[in-house]
């Protein structure tokens, strides 16, 4: 799939709006004051940083791996599949599409949230009830036809819009003063169980990671702008630049809306009214049209970039063959991903069904913290592997992105474990399929461990050199460092097996095969060869034995090389083996 480049006009401003519209959406509206009347402000505080901890260094990640290659559409799942390979790549990619496409309908069910006192006004007027339902439904249909029939520049184009009325609605909810907190204590929650007058339900205290996982999703938005990588001009320089101003002004305002909400509002009235932040607002219709347009926007985003995720997943041919056929072709000279966005339409359709906001917000928090996990692992592993290919232009501390891995996977155990345990096994099984269907390629992952045990192997043995050697003389704690040359490998293997054994567990085995003759061609594809048997004849043993070959004009001079070379262990060898004819010693 390769965009034409006259049509990558998008810049930074793209991905700043389409991250921070997602940041400050219907989260921010529906469930802040959920969390400070259920778990109080100081833990509210605790989950903001807990969840910038995980996304934060995820967008300084996601700028590494951006200014270290060419970005092409599929946003984040190409950047994962480009440096972890195809098959964990793939596994990620669809989990990170289904948590993209079920978002739309977590969006579409916030919008119609915010058209209550629309409900409830036609119902007093006109008798007539209309249920969420039909809204949730005719508004997820509209979102299919404007973009299946408008594309991606529409929905860019509305972000102007939508972001001026969320910045609208939340400076009207700054100015405002609200009834007040008459208990201003940082820890106080609501008890146990309170009952909401007006209906008899009763309300029963979340705990705090019930909360987190509900408010978590808000907390994605910084991946939102990676969809668009397919439409930028310049996403090395867009995508870092756009992602991360977006994180820092969401991490400022959640702070202060957290606190005013806090010091504005009764916890009782924080936690049966969803949209108490119309009760504090200097004119409440602003509430109900900021959280309107943050969810229509939002929507529009995961509509936006889930599409691309899932086309880049076709392209790759991660699915079967004549699956990813289909999927992969685009509309016109865009590639506009009409296929892939009938797709996402109908899983988003599916979960408008459920209704239930908090049911969708768990299944899309873990699905979005595997996706955070495995970017921080990739620019952990990038930076521990030292690859000299992998020279980003933006460089983030490895320990930032060793955080927020750990940091991933610990949350979500802590959400939900059963979750948390099926979300591990289906990217496994996904891994597992797509390897087994021939689609992945030795790729990112064993090439990132290779690296990483060749940087300790490394270290290991420049630490050891530079210690002294009077262990090598020492009597107690001697060390056998064997070295052994033989030119009948092949005919007889008591030299190699002598070698092993005095290296076995306590000491370092060095077994070379003798080559005679000069180094050329031929005799260095004969040393390959010879080299592949050995490692091939001694896989069975169990050997210890470090392996390798040398050619030289006689006997007496590969051992006088031989002797000369350090020992691989760090330290010179201190045991010389030989082999020798009992009838001719000489």
């Not at 979102?143 to 819009?161: D, P, R, S």
């Not at 979340?206 to 999703?217: D, G, L, R």
């Not at 083996?577 to 001719?584: R, V």
Request: charged share 15%.
């Amino acid at each position: 799939m390769k965009v034409v480049e006259q049509f990558k006009t998008m810049g930074t401003w793209p991905v700043f709006l389409t991250a921070i519209s997602t940041i400050l959406g219907a989260i921010l509206f529906l469930r802040f004051g959920y969390s400070i009347a259920h778990i109080g402000l100081f833990q509210t505080l605790l989950i903001i940083l807990l969840g910038h901890l995980v996304t934060v260094p995820a967008a300084l990640a996601v700028a590494e791996i951006a200014t270290n290659q060419k970005v092409e559409g599929g946003g984040a799942y190409f950047m994962i599949s480009r440096s972890f390979g195809l098959n964990i790549g793939g596994a990620i990619g669809i989990t990170l599409f289904l948590s993209q496409s079920i978002a739309v309908a977590f969006y579409i069910i916030a919008f119609t949230v915010s058209s209550r006192s629309i409900i409830s006004w036609v119902d007093l007027n006109y008798g007539i009830l209309i249920e969420p339902l039909w809204i949730n439904l005719t508004m997820m249909g509209l979102l299919t036809l404007l973009m299946l029939t408008k594309g991606a520049n529409v929905g860019v184009k509305a972000l102007y819009f939508v972001v001026a009325a969320l910045f609208t609605a939340l400076l009207f909810f700054f100015l405002g003063t609200g009834p007040g907190n008459p208990v201003l204590d940082p820890t106080a929650t609501i008890p146990e169980f309170i009952t909401v007058a007006e209906t008899g339900e009763v309300i029963q205290r979340f705990t705090f990671f019930e909360v987190f996982t509900f408010i978590f999703p808000a907390f994605t938005g910084i991946a939102a702008g990676l969809g668009l990588s397919g439409d930028l001009k310049d996403p090395r320089r867009s995508i870092p630049l756009g992602t991360i101003y977006a994180t820092i002004v969401g991490i400022l305002v959640y702070v202060a809306v957290a606190i005013k909400l806090w010091y504005s509002s009764p916890l009782e009235s924080l936690a049966t009214d969803e949209l108490f932040m119309e009760q504090i607002s200097i004119w409440p219709p602003m509430i109900a049209i900021g959280l309107a347009a943050a969810a229509i926007s939002s929507a529009l985003g995961s509509v936006m970039i889930a599409p691309r995720t899932l086309q880049a997943l076709a392209v790759d041919g991660v699915f079967p063959d004549k699956m990813s056929e289909w999927l992969s072709v685009g509309k016109g000279e865009r590639q506009e991903p009409v296929r892939a966005s009938i797709a996402t339409c109908i899983i988003g359709f599916a979960f408008v069904a459920i209704g239930d906001i908090n049911a969708v917000a768990e299944i899309i928090s873990m699905f979005f913290m595997v996706t955070y996990g495995a970017i921080c692992l990739v620019s952990f592993l990038e930076q521990m592997a030292a690859d000299p290919s992998y020279r980003p232009t933006f460089k983030s501390h490895w320990s930032i992105s060793l955080v927020g891995a750990v940091l991933c996977f610990v949350l979500m155990f802590g959400m939900n474990t059963p979750y948390a345990i099926v979300s591990i096994v289906v990217m496994i099984l996904i891994h597992a399929w797509i390897s087994r269907k021939g689609g992945g390629t030795e790729g990112g992952m064993v090439r990132l461990f290779k690296g990483i045990i060749f940087q300790i192997t490394r270290s290991l043995q420049l630490a050891l050199q530079m210690n002294d050697d009077d262990d090598l003389k020492s009597t107690t704690g001697w060390r056998p460092f064997v070295l052994s040359i033989s030119p009948d490998s092949f005919k007889r293997r008591e030299g190699f097996d002598m070698t092993r054994w005095i290296a076995h567990k306590y000491g370092f085995g060095t077994y070379m095969h003798y080559i005679q003759g000069f180094l050329n061609e031929e005799t260095s594809k004969e040393a390959q060869n010879a080299h592949k048997k050995l490692v091939e004849w001694s896989r069975g043993g169990g050997s210890r034995v470090q392996l390798d070959t040398i050619i030289s004009p006689s006997y007496t001079s590969a051992i006088a090389q031989c002797v000369q070379l350090p020992g691989l262990s760090g330290k010179g060898n201190n045991l010389f083996l030989m082999e020798y004819d009992p009838g001719n010693f000489e």
